[in-house]
């Protein structure tokens, strides 16, 4: 399975930025799905998950009320939808497919990972 994430960029604090993770194989669509991210000079981050069927979603509570994951299956691409961003949430964004599922907040649950894509967000 290869991951792609997209949609990343520059904006303003208060901003939104739509991130899409598309998958290369349609097996990935029994799979979980994670968002995390990681900021210069800090370790890697969960922010969200999704499961197969997109019917259990789980949230960093930095992010929770903020941004919402979803995910269509017939495209096979989840999403990330950020909203009211602020400059703490600039880092890069990585998706993860897992080997479940059901992946849950862990890296260790995710086996496939895509090349990240940078959000940044000035004050």
């Known amino acids: 399975v290869q991951l792609q994430a997209s949609g990343g960029g520059f904006v303003q604090a208060g901003g939104s930025l739509r991130l899409s993770c598309a998958a290369s194989?349609?097996?990935?669509?029994?799979?979980?799905v994670g968002w995390f991210r990681r900021a210069p000079g800090t370790e890697r981050e969960f922010v969200a998950s999704i499961s197969w069927n997109g019917g259990r979603s789980l949230y960093a509570d930095t992010v929770k009320g903020r941004f919402t994951i979803s995910r269509d299956r017939a495209t096979n691409t989840v999403y990330l939808e950020m909203n009211n961003l602020k400059p703490e949430d600039t880092a890069v964004y990585y998706c993860?497919?897992?080997?479940?599922?059901?992946?849950?907040?862990?890296?260790?649950?995710?086996?496939?990972w895509g090349l990240g894509t940078q959000v940044t967000v000035s004050s």
């Open positions: 194989r349609r097996t990935s669509s029994n799979n979980a």
């Open positions: 993860a497919a897992a080997a479940s599922a059901y992946g849950g907040s862990s890296s260790e649950s995710y086996r496939y």
